[in-house]
């Protein structure tokens, strides 16, 4: 076991992550972290990665898993002390952490009485992020993607199936008002085969654009119509996100039964598009590693798509409660260390960074060590 930094000496509000530091936040990231209710921001079930809360490592914040298997059975725990919370491992302080305070837009509702939490979520300790519609055309169970869990907060009433554009411009506003956030991230379910939830998500920005000109970031499967991204765009969205989920097409047919129709193909084209658009570094890819792709292909598709201006924006499997991957093993750390390396170089090759990001997953980094790894080589 790495012999870890210990800033418990430090001034433990100041003290941020460092480079080196990177090693044993994919460690952290991987196997989770138990924290015996001792934080109630955390997020379960929905869209993207969940089952995690927020901490603040100085004044980097990341989401750890919290709630799912390898959290409960993971060596870190938070442990709250007299001097505040320290991240332990096997009963060794580590440092001092904090939670992310719940943010006070939360206690708020709409007029029709529907809570803000299920309006938008707080994600890291300064993203607004909402899924505008939460259901799926590929969520039967032979055709959704198994590491996804966007039906289960639904089916738990922990939100609402489609967010109007309205409910989103009320939510903005109080959060940038109440809690200070800085960025927004906008994400869809798949509701057809042709604008794939763009048009909804246009229209959500435009009402937002009246009343915030916070960064925004959409996120929805390559629409059909390419001129739907200069659509986009002319509502006021600074930056996109397609998510291919895996370079590797054997992956994408066997995780990804409907969506993996959509071919790396048509994957790489859309890119093109949504570049030609929004312009480099202003288009984000998602990469799920864990799944059992082939190394090789990966690297080569993260190396492709950043010389294009995409930025591949790699993380760990996280298996989340309900899914069909939920007994699954996160990747080995050392596979991700190799991996996040790698791509940090193609993209410092390609002038792509988290930092020159506008909005989105890219700019937050909470989900991933990516970005640790970017200043290393900096």
């Known amino acids: ?34 924290t015996a209710g001792l934080t109630n921001n955390g997020r379960k079930g929905g869209a993207g990665p969940s089952d995690d809360a927020a901490f603040r490592f100085g004044e980097d914040t990341f989401m750890l898993p919290a709630f799912n298997d390898p959290a409960e059975h993971s060596p870190y725990e938070i442990v709250k002390q007299e001097d505040g919370y320290s991240l332990q491992y096997e009963g060794k302080t580590l440092m001092y952490i904090d939670p992310v305070a719940r943010p006070k837009f939360y206690d708020r509702s709409t007029s029709e009485g529907i809570p803000y939490q299920k309006i938008a979520a707080l994600h890291g300790s300064d993203v607004l992020a909402s899924t505008v519609i939460q259901s799926c055309i590929r969520w039967s169970p032979k055709d959704r993607c198994k590491f996804c869990a966007i039906g289960h907060s639904l089916d738990a009433g922990s939100t609402v199936a489609k967010k109007s554009p309205q409910q989103l411009a009320e939510v903005v506003q109080a959060a940038e008002e109440l809690d200070g956030i800085k960025q927004i991230t906008l994400t869809t379910g798949t509701p057809n085969e042709t604008d794939r939830g763009a048009l909804h998500l246009a229209a959500c920005v435009e009402a937002i654009r009246k009343v915030s000109s916070l960064p925004i970031q959409v996120q929805c499967e390559p629409p059909s119509d390419e001129r739907l991204y ?46 030609s ?34 930025y591949p924006f790699v993380v760990p499997l996280r298996p989340l409660r309900g899914t069909m991957l939920e007994h699954a ?23 792509l960074s988290a930092a020159g990001s506008a909005a989105g997953c890219a700019k937050c980094g909470a989900c991933s060590a990516l970005s640790s790894f970017e200043k290393a080589i900096v």
């Not at 930094?5 to 972290?33: F, I, M, S």
């Not at 658009?277 to 090789?296: A, C, H, K």
Request: glycine residues 10%; hydrophobic residues 40%; contains cysteine.
């Open 230 to 275: 200069q659509i986009l765009k002319d509502a006021g969205a600074n930056t996109i996100g397609l998510h291919v989920e895996s370079f590797d097409e054997r992956v994408r047919r066997e995780m990804m039964p409907s969506k993996s129709s959509i071919s790396l193909d048509n994957y790489f084209d859309a890119f093109s598009k949504a570049v």
């Open 329 to 351: 093993q996160p990747p080995s750390s050392a596979y991700m260390e190799q991996m996040y390396g790698k791509v940090a170089v193609f993209l410092s090759d390609a002038g």
């Open 277 to 310: 658009v929004f312009g480099r570094n202003q288009v984000s890819t998602y990469v799920i590693l864990g799944m059992g792709e082939d190394p090789d292909l990966t690297l080569e598709g993260c190396r492709r798509a950043a010389g294009m201006g995409v």
């Open 1 to 34: 076991m790495k012999e870890f930094t210990n800033r418990a000496g430090e001034d433990k509000n100041k003290a941020g992550l460092l480079p080196e530091d990177a090693r044993w936040l994919v460690d952290l990231q991987n196997k989770g972290v138990r």
